[in-house]
């Protein structure tokens, strides 16, 4: 069982929403689509399942054209964002209204509902309407009315997005069992890095319409591709800084430099971007060969037991997610401090040239 895209594109009005794609996923994985709002996930879902036409391409199914074959024929189930149930149905009658529609028998009917509500954690609720339901109750309704449907393709289009943040842990951490259950091909799509790499198997990274990297979710964080698939698979997004190499020596901002050791000593003399995630600027040096820059604080955001801290460092925009609670000044001077081993070295059209060493260790 396979899903095939082949240089599937979407153009609407002479703007194109997706560029001609390539991609081939297999049964029984789940791959989620990871990008920012707009980036063209949901579109190349609704192309996947046949609810739009792409303007370029070919979609196969199992080798099979079905490029113009129509979402009904198709064995393809999507959950959306909002919870979409009918709410004058019994819970019960909401997962069995996709056999019912398929003609099924009574019995047949009664035994896969009953197992879907099962695993979905539903069967003291199946005399229930949807509007008496918590709202992860109802997202679990939604689900388990497109598992019931035994379908080939599941197409989840950020549905956990309204649910808070307790119920959101919870089903982050039911959807990957389901899916080994289910044996079907899984599509995700989500905004938050966080998710995909909790979800794992694997993931696509998508930027204005265009899939940067398709690949194992744990590979792609570790080894980003280029600069813009790093930007994508990091919430807050990476930081960059301008750098060059000469002989042995990496030159940083703030008349900074670092050997370039391993990887790094094979690097051409030259211009670069080095890159590093907001977690891995610190506020304290805990390290001998940490660099220091010195920094203008725009402004602070405390979380509980995080603060991010918004900086301005020669006219870059910087991020840092430092652990703890601090009570810094806006607008003051403040210095920050980066491991050399947390930074990537990426050319300067944006495709990477050396790994973070502790990615490599990882």
């Not at 709202?135 to 679990?140: D, K």
Request: with cysteine; charged share 25%; net charge negative.
């Amino acid at each position: 069982m396979t899903l095939k895209l082949e240089g599937v594109g979407k153009s609407v009005g002479g703007q194109v929403h997706v560029h001609p794609t390539d991609l081939e996923l297999q049964k029984g994985t789940m791959n989620v689509l990871l990008g920012p709002t707009l980036a063209g996930k949901t579109t190349l879902m609704r192309l996947m399942a046949g609810l739009e036409p792409p303007t370029r391409g070919k979609i196969y199914w199992e080798g099979k054209d079905v490029t113009g074959m129509r979402v009904q024929d198709r064995e393809v189930a999507m959950v959306y964002q909002q919870f979409i149930n009918y709410p004058s149905m019994t819970v019960y009658d909401n997962i069995a209204s996709p056999l019912r529609l398929k003609g099924k028998n009574k019995q047949e009917i009664d035994a896969a509902v009953r197992k879907t509500a099962d695993m979905m954690k539903l069967s003291p609720m199946l005399k229930r309407r949807p509007l008496e339901l918590s709202g992860g109750q109802q997202q679990r309704c939604a689900l388990a009315r497109a598992l019931v449907k035994n379908a080939g393709l599941v197409l989840l289009d950020e549905p956990l997005a309204n649910l808070d943040y307790k119920l959101r842990e919870e089903l982050r951490i039911e959807i990957p069992k389901i899916f080994e259950e289910s044996g079907s091909i899984f599509v995700y799509a989500t905004t938050e890095p966080e998710e995909a790499l909790l979800l794992g198997g694997h993931t696509a990274t998508l930027w204005e319409g265009r899939i940067t990297q398709y690949g194992s979710t744990p590979e792609i964080y570790r080894n980003p591709a280029d600069a813009t698939t790093a930007r994508v698979f990091s919430d807050p997004p990476m930081n960059f800084l301008q750098i060059s190499k000469a002989g042995s020596r990496i030159m940083f901002g703030d008349g900074q430099s670092v050997p370039a050791a391993g990887r790094l000593s094979d690097v051409a003399d030259g211009r670069y971007l080095a890159g590093f995630r907001p977690n891995h600027l610190e506020i304290n040096r805990h390290t001998s060969d940490a660099m220091r820059f010195k920094c203008k604080l725009a402004v602070t955001e405390i979380t509980g037991s995080e603060t991010f801290i918004h900086l301005d460092h020669q006219g870059e925009r910087w991020v840092g997610v430092v652990h703890g609670v601090h009570d810094l000044e806006p607008g003051s001077e403040i210095e920050v401090f980066l491991d050399p081993s947390h930074v990537y070295i990426f050319g300067e059209a944006g495709d990477l040239v050396a790994t973070a060493p502790y990615a490599q260790a990882a």
